[in-house]
T-cell receptor, first 114, second 112 residues
Framework: ETGVTQTPRHLVMGMTNKKSLKCEQHLGHNAMYWYKQSAKKPLELMFV???????ENNSVPSRFSPECPNSSHLFLHLHTLQPEDSALYLC?????????????FGPGTRLTVL | DAKTTQPNSMESNEEEPVHLPCNHS???????IHWYRQLPSQGPEYVIHGLTSNVNNRMASLAIAEDRKSSTLILHRATLRDAAVYYC?????????????FGPGTSLSVIP
């Protein structure tokens, strides 16, 4: 247990569905992240929230919409996805205080888009 | 972002030491060297980090070359549980927020 939980762990959805991924951290951190890990590819940073404000958006398509209502929760809203969006979606958190602090990752949500 | 180069895969015998190399010839003075690993079906986990001096913790040791253009993660006695993908990452502390860019990493197999 890393202190970062993700739900659901597995999700299968059609291209016309709308779903949301949830991440919760119990570590008192103030920064949270979404990463995408496709098969045989490195992890790709998607979004970064620091103090509940989005500070990074790595040219992610608008069909992915993040939400950070407070420092403990992070959502990734999904709509009209494509089959190539099938991947492992990982959430992480860290304490962003100007010094280096390790990131703690959740177990991920395995997403399959049909 | 400065890049790192690692071998795609390595093998080790159980209970033997493992030396995982990483090249980072374009490293800047403010880049810290970090290692994470990802066990099968799990998210990545932090292993160790350093700037100039060698570092030890309960999981591993990090040896940094004097010119900082390369580093080596050392697992002193490999166990089956150490089979994972190991990522060597450079982190620029001058960015305004924590940012971790992962490469393909080294896939370590441990042979019983």
């Amino acid at each position: 247990e890393t202190g970062v939980t993700q739900t659901p762990r597995h999700l299968v959805m059609g291209m016309t569905n709308k779903k949301s991924l949830k991440c919760e951290q119990h570590l008192g951190h103030n920064a949270m992240y979404w990463y995408k890990q496709s098969a045989k590819k490195p992890l790709e940073l998607m979004f970064v929230y620091s103090l509940e404000e989005r500070v990074e958006n790595n040219s992610v398509p608008s069909r992915f919409s993040p939400e950070c209502p407070n420092s403990s929760h992070l959502f990734l809203h999904l709509h009209t996805l494509q089959p190539e969006d099938s991947a492992l979606y990982l959430c992480a958190s860290s304490q962003d205080n100007g010094n280096y602090n390790e990131q703690f990752f959740g177990p991920g949500t395995r997403l399959t888009v049909l | 972002d400065a890049k790192t180069t690692q071998p795609n895969s390595m093998e080790s015998n159980e209970e033997e030491p493992v030396h995982l190399p990483c090249n980072h010839s374009t490293i800047s003075g403010t880049d810290y060297i970090h290692w994470y690993r990802q066990l099968p079906s799990q998210g990545p986990e932090y292993v160790i980090h350093g700037l100039t001096s060698n570092v030890n913790n309960r999981m591993a040791s990090l040896a940094i070359a004097e010119d900082r253009k390369s580093s080596t993660l050392i697992l002193h006695r490999a166990t089956l549980r150490d089979a994972a993908v190991y990522y060597c990452i450079l982190r620029d502390v001058e960015t305004s927020y924590d940012k971790v860019i992962f490469g393909p990493g080294t896939s370590l197999s441990v042979i019983p």
